[in-house]
């Protein structure tokens, strides 16, 4: 079958799935594709965007969040209790009956999943909402591109709707 991957957030305590940005989840189905999860990892550990040509043209707050934080691609076959602390194993023993966890387990039962936020981050970008626009996209990747094509949709009609001051006649 094969090992499956999230890229996780020590700090923060939060992650990404990689189905999420239409990749699957092994390590070069993510790690070899452009415009998906690796994409989303750039933005968040940027440092500095907006300031020259080539960065992503937004002031959302989730770029750059990640920066300098402990990030770990954490598979599901990896060593258990690596990378977490002695109160997280103690928690999760407790809920699942005295099961050892390890790190990509452990995250996707108690870390945030910030993979729809750094994905309607990354379809402010032209180019990478005209990519998405023209792949087959799946699962949570469609919904959320359909989501921010509607919001898209709704924002230009308004700005249509929208009256141009009239100018004040001079003399």
């Not at 050892?100 to 995250?107: E, I």
């Not at 998405?132 to 990747?141: F, I, N, Q, R, T």
């Amino acid at each position: 079958m094969g090992q499956y991957y999230k890229i996780v957030n020590l700090d923060k305590q939060e992650f990404l799935d990689t189905y999420t940005f239409n990749d699957g989840a092994k390590l070069l189905e993510f790690g070899c594709s452009s415009e998906g999860t690796l994409t989303a990892l750039a933005i968040l550990l940027a440092d500095g965007n907006g300031r020259g040509g080539g960065d992503l043209h937004s002031d959302n707050p989730i770029i750059g969040s990640w920066a300098g934080d402990r990030i770990v691609v954490a598979g599901d076959y990896a060593d258990e209790q690596k990378f977490l602390t002695v109160d997280q194993i103690a928690k999760h023993k407790m809920l699942k009956d005295g099961e050892d966890p390890n790190l990509y387990d452990y995250a996707a039962e108690h870390f945030k999943d910030i993979s729809e936020a750094a994905l309607i981050v990354m379809l402010d970008d032209t180019f990478i909402y005209q990519v998405y626009e023209k792949v087959d996209l799946y699962g949570k990747a469609k919904d959320i591109f359909e989501k921010v094509k509607k919001k898209r949709g709704r924002d230009k009609d308004r700005d249509r709707g929208q009256e141009k001051p009239l100018l004040a006649k001079v003399g």
